[in-house]
Structure formats: C-alpha cells, structure tokens
Nanobody, 125 residues
Framework: QLQLVESGGGLVQPGGSLRLSCAAS????????IGWFRQAPGKEREGVSC????????YYAESVKGRFTISRDNAKNTVYLQMNSLRPEDTGVYYC??????????????????WGQGTQVTVSS
C-alpha cells in the first residue's frame, strides 16, 4: 500500500511550463528526503532534483538549475516539481522516490517503495 503517485505531465511547447505532483499514501512524506528522477528514451534514469527532510535543502541537476523548483506541501502529503522554460531535452518519464539527497552526486533512492508508473513529459513544437 506504500506508494508514490506522479501526475501533472503532458505535452508542452519549448519554453512552456508544467508542475508535477508526487502524492504519498501509506506513509508520511515529510519523514523522508524526496527526489525526482527522469528517464529519456534510450537513457538511464537520472536524478533531477531532491529536497531533504530536515532543513529542506534543495538540490538540482546542472541541466535544470534555474528552471526547475522542488517544493513540499506537508498538509497535502505532496512534493511538487515546477518546471519552467522547458526544453526538448527535458522530455522523458518523470518519477519521484523516497531518497537521501546530500548532493546531486550522491542522491540515492531508498528503495522501500517500488517505482511507480511515472508521468510522461514531452516538450516538442
């Protein structure tokens, strides 16, 4: 029953914006660091952003820094990823996961919850 459900993806033109949501059920989301990952066709899954549990430090991959913002709404047990100035290379399936995010280089998924189905983001004109 422990799960994270991603939503908010879609088709958007370059320069557009989307807000992704990661809703938790079966556990309290604010007890954990939460990371966003994405997987483009033919590529391995990569970390995009992470927010830590305690001090709410945020981390971003260099490719999205200044364009994406990760945030939490504890009342809704949800983490968001606001994506602005989207580029075609942002296309992929986006996933969230419980994580440890000391840095983007070391962020890791905890693994006690299976990967969900993700949400598809397509940036194309």
């Amino acid at each position: 029953q422990l799960q994270l459900v991603e939503s908010g993806g879609g088709l958007v033109q370059p320069g557009g914006s989307l807000r992704l949501s990661c809703a938790a059920s079966g556990f309290t989301l604010d007890y954990y660091d939460i990371g966003w990952f994405r997987q483009a066709p033919g590529k391995e899954r990569e970390g995009v952003s992470c927010t830590s549990r305690g001090d709410r430090s945020t981390y971003y991959a260099e490719s999205v820094k200044g364009r994406f913002t990760i945030s939490r709404d504890n009342a809704k047990n949800t983490v968001y990823l606001q994506m602005n100035s989207l580029r075609p290379e942002d296309t992929g399936v986006y996933y969230c996961a419980a994580a440890r995010c000391a840095s983007m280089a070391t962020m890791t998924r905890l693994g006690f919850i299976s990967w969900g189905q993700g949400t598809q983001v397509t940036v194309s004109s």
